[in-house]
């Protein structure tokens, strides 16, 4: 009797346990249902039926608190858009190019490929959908003998932009495909670097799959992968020849940034720690320099309107022209020349975690300049950020950045400095970039 009582209890035990772990896995289910819920796209309210509702609601019931009036504000205050999400394709290999009959370029994309889209671009952007399509052709009739890694193209987005007019909202919006390519890739010289970098990223996933002992077949199936691409990308795709651009090391090219005058750029010999050159903001538009004061007289407007439509509790949001980015490229492309025409090993862009900071540094000189009255110096202060506005700072260094990597030219960072005119500060963030070599 004893023995059976020991045999019941412990099957009491088990059917707990067992109890418990179902318990548990139903709750880690539920969770991960409850995640993928919310990571699922829910789209634009392209009807406004999210605005009509909130309408009727806020008609028929009184907010219980200010959280609640809150929301209900700020429901009936957004603009819904008219447009779809745009749909990212992040391999190059979703998007499928051919010519048909007219022997125009056409696309199709993974999960629409019964439809297919004729390309209509200018004659500066013709020549990419030409290469998209080369690439494409020659991997298949070399029965993929190369690599779609080293494709120009990396990933695509198409996009529905908005555009005035009455009838059906696909005929009357317009599609949009923007492209991510690698313009190193363009030539051989550039294919020959990204073929390095792969190898040696392959050769080290290998090498530390192996370095872990016994391998699995997951993981002997994932060396054999990493070895057939290995093999792939050293069958290069033809391209066309073009020399790399080698700038001397010594020479490094620092740009300060700063509130009335967005980029500063100084030419610097490390070596000796002198200037070669400067170039103003003024100097870097040229003709163009006009088009910054419109661009800070838009801003202003801008703001002017926000705050009107704030005080009436109406929509405020007041989109900005391209004006701004389209300066930001002229800077760039300028800055990139400069650079080419000295031999510049490097570009030297300010960190910009004390931009802040910097900003606030500057305003304080100028209001100090003003007066020497506390109340004078605030209020000083106040009209000259409304009248400069801050710039976009880290849109600016991303299009250097991007038009730098085009060219080949080596992008550092450093501190600059908060005190000293915008030439001072350009000069000392070469030269502190120049000086922190040595010691790494």
């Known amino acids: ?70 929301s209900w504000q700020d429901s009936l205050l957004r603009q819904s858009s008219k447009v779809p999400f745009p749909v990212v394709y992040e391999s190059n290999e979703d998007m499928t190019w051919f010519k048909n009959q007219f022997r125009r370029i056409c696309v199709k994309f993974n999960g629409l490929s019964e439809h297919s889209f004729q390309v209509y671009c200018d004659s500066r952007h013709l020549h990419w959908f030409q290469r998209f399509l080369e690439d494409q052709q020659i991997k298949k009739n070399s029965k993929n003998q190369h690599s779609s890694s080293l494709f120009t193209l990396r990933s695509g987005r198409i996009v529905w932009q908005e555009e005035e007019g009455k009838g059906d909202p696909w005929n009357v919006n317009r599609l949009t495909l923007y492209c991510s390519v690698d313009t190193r890739l363009w030539t051989t010289e550039g294919t020959n670097q990204v073929r390095e970098e792969k190898a040696e990223k392959i050769a080290k996933i290998i090498t530390n799959t192996k370095a872990k002992g016994k391998i699995n077949e997951e993981q002997q199936a994932h060396i054999k992968r990493q070895n057939s691409t290995l093999d792939t ?92 980015e389209y300066i930001d490229r002229l800077l760039a492309k300028e800055i990139i020349a400069i650079a080419q025409t000295y031999s510049a090993g490097s570009i030297v862009l300010p960190n910009l975690d004390n931009m802040r900071e910097q900003v606030q540094s500057e305003v304080q000189a100028k209001a100090e300049q003003k007066s020497d009255l506390i109340e004078v110096q605030k209020k000083y202060a106040k009209q000259y950020r409304v009248s400069v506005h801050q710039w976009s700072y880290s849109r600016l260094m991303a299009n250097i950045h991007s038009s730098a990597v085009k060219a080949g030219i080596v992008i550092e960072e450093s501190k600059q400095p908060i005190r000293g005119s915008p030439q001072e500060k350009a000069k000392e963030l070469a030269i502190a970039a120049y000086h922190s070599r040595k010691i790494n």
């Open 1 to 70: 009797m004893l023995k059976n009582g020991c045999k019941i209890n412990e099957k009491e035990e088990d059917a707990k346990k067992f109890a418990q772990r179902r318990r548990k896995l139903e709750i880690q289910i539920e969770r991960i249902r409850e995640q993928l819920e919310t990571q699922i796209l829910k789209g634009r309210d392209l009807t406004a039926t999210k605005w009509l509702e909130t309408i009727v609601v806020a008609t028929h019931n009184v907010p219980t608190n200010e959280s609640e009036a809150k």
């Open 233 to 324: 990308i050293n069958n290069p795709f033809p391209r066309p020849t073009k020399p790399l651009y080698k700038g001397q090391s010594h020479i490094l090219l620092g740009i300060s940034l700063g509130l009335e005058k967005p980029a500063t750029l100084a030419v610097v010999d490390g070596t000796i720690g002198q200037v070669i050159t400067y170039r103003s903001i003024k100097q870097l538009l040229g003709d163009n320099y006009k088009l910054l004061n419109r661009q800070r007289q838009q801003k202003h407007s801008l703001s002017h309107q926000r705050q009107i439509a704030q005080t009436l509790a109406a929509p405020n949001h007041f989109g900005e022209s391209e004006l701004g």
